[in-house]
């Protein structure tokens, strides 16, 4: 038998609210309503329970009764806005949040719920303050403190987002969102090993297979997020993952265009063309217009002259293509039509394409000179003569260093084709440990006798970890010409393999290439023969005033050449000679650099020379490298 009077009715409703019988909660609720239906709070205990089983049709009208009874009730319109907030209505929601701070200016969770609002209809700027203020009350509550970040990345402050994100995984482990949150966020604005570690940081956790089966659903947030797993689990080198995410894209309607990119370009890192090109026709297949697929396609020689009319439409489409979309068309269309003998029109495609990142990211040339100048003040003879023994004595680092486009990939391909060498790819120690200075190398001389024995010797661990038996190990980011003063610190032992080739063969290289936003320079020639210049500048101080020992590798002469070239570096290393060394195309690695089609050739110098195709069009980088080269007082030859 129910209970009678309101108040025991509204008890028992609460109980079973309580216990999860909502429904028949729910029923209480409404019984006792209309037995008192000018009572306020049992009008918004309704409205909450009714929000809670998602009747937001029933809660908001509820809610509004409970507001009419009681209009200075700031916990009324505080529940009004959050279901307003959880139904999507952001404008209707963000009023009754401002209604409910105006009763209640210190109502902390009103103050989160309007910023969040603010976010969704992308009023960042107005929605921090409110989020900074609630982020600052509620630091444990992993929800606020990661939509503070994302209002944080949307303002493009990733400096200050990414500590927030890194703070909310570690103190809630198995906050998935947080987690999801900070992988992107890393995608976007760090480096690989960084979302590597994140990633495996999940992969301890979580289950991922029941997290990948929690996305597996035919809706736009799902998709979403299986994408950005997919991009973490190639940037962590997790293969089969990536594989497999890729086949639960491809196999729904909705997501098999990105199911099938995904796909091509982890065969095109294979090494398996063929398989590229199946996968990247199927997106052509799917939407005809997508110049990324074209693109890819492109790399690998597979792409028709067919798709010239559609690329050079979708070239000048400045009405409705993204800056993304017009920059493939013309990276697409330069190899189309360079390979087709039209060198004019495939570098006026070029140039038009690159101008657009150029115009969006410019480069910065005072960073480069900034780096110069403190390696200079701080790696002088002296200080290595004082100090040059501290490091740490391992053996059997080896750092290819150069300009980008100067044949580093190629020179540890014949490397990783030796019995004795880990090849280690482009890896970010060196960035990891200039970041702990934050990027101030002047902070060198006053650290302690034993930090650089005690950072050497984790890095060589770090190169060596996946190293099986190889009793060598390399690394091939070419930036690290800039380092080479700060790794003979901390490795004594280490060896330089100095990359470099015809300064003209490897502007145009580099100027064709889809670099990140990271390279900068790329996208423009003068920036190109500004960076090409300070590499010369650094490199020549290392080898001529510091004595770094540096084995220099002519990239024109070794193509050429091969043998004696190889043995003479493979001496300087400390390695025999092995005749595998003479085939890198054979040696069956995945590839992640933009030499992927390259290396999978047999050592060949077609490459050579190839700029005076665009002898003309590269006039801008010979000239300003010709007066860079003359202010620093380096060799024009």
Known sequence: MLPSSPEKIWTEARTLQTKGKLQRARKLFLQARKQAPRVPGLALELGVLEAQMGLFKHA???????????PASSNAHYNLAEVYRAAGQYARAEASFHEALKLDPGYIEAKFGLGDVLLSQGKASLALPQLEQAAQKLSQDAEVQTVLAQALLELDQPHRALPVLSSVVQTHRDYL?????????????????????????????????????????????????????????????????ALHIGKILHRRKSSRRSGAMLLGTLAVQDGDFDAAETWFNQVVELRPDATDAM?????INRLSLNAEPLL?????????????????AGLALYRLLSRNDRPRDAFKALSKAKAIRA??????????????????QVFTPAFFEKRGSEGYPGKGCIFIVGMMR???????QILAAHSKVHAGGERDDMMSIVESLSHDLTKLPDLPADWAATVGRKLHEEMFKDAGDATFATDKLPGNVDYAG??????????????????????LSTFEQNFSTAVRYSFDLKAIAHKYAMHEDIAKYWMETCRLDMHELDYDAMVHDPEPHVRRMLDFAGLEF?????????????????????????????????????????????????RLRKQLGLSNT
């Open 295 to 299: 693109y890819r396609l492109s790399i």
């Open 60 to 70: 908001i009208p509820t809610l509004l009764d409970a507001i009419k009874l009681a």
């Open 578 to 626: 092995e005749e595998n060394c003479l085939y890198p195309n054979e040696v069956k690695r995945e590839i992640r650099t933009a030499s992927v089609f390259q290396v999978r050739q047999p050592i060949s110098p077609k490459s050579v020379g190839r700029w005076k195709t665009f002898e003309e069009q590269l006039e801008p980088f010979t000239g300003e490298l010709t």
């Open 359 to 376: 115009g969006e990211f410019p480069h910065n040339p005072a960073a480069a000179e900034q780096s110069n100048a403190s390696n200079k």
């Open 406 to 412: 100067s044949g580093t990939t190629l020179t540890e």
């Open 312 to 328: 050079l439409d979708e070239l000048d489409n400045t009405d409705t293509a993204s800056s993304s979309h017009r920059l493939y």
């Open 486 to 507: 700060l790794i003979r610190f901390l490795l004594p032992q280490a060896r330089f393999i100095y990359c470099h080739r015809t300064p003209q063969d490897c502007a």
């Open 177 to 241: 969102a947080g987690h999801m949150e900070f992988l992107r966020a890393l995608n976007n604005h760090a480096r690989p090993s960084q979302v590597a570690r994140q990633v495996r940081l999940m992969e301890e956790t979580f289950d991922m297979a029941d997290v990948i089966g929690s996305f597996d659903q035919d809706n736009s947030a799902g998709i979403s997020a299986l994408e950005l797993l997919a991009d973490s689990y190639q940037s962590a080198a997790m293969h089969e993952r």
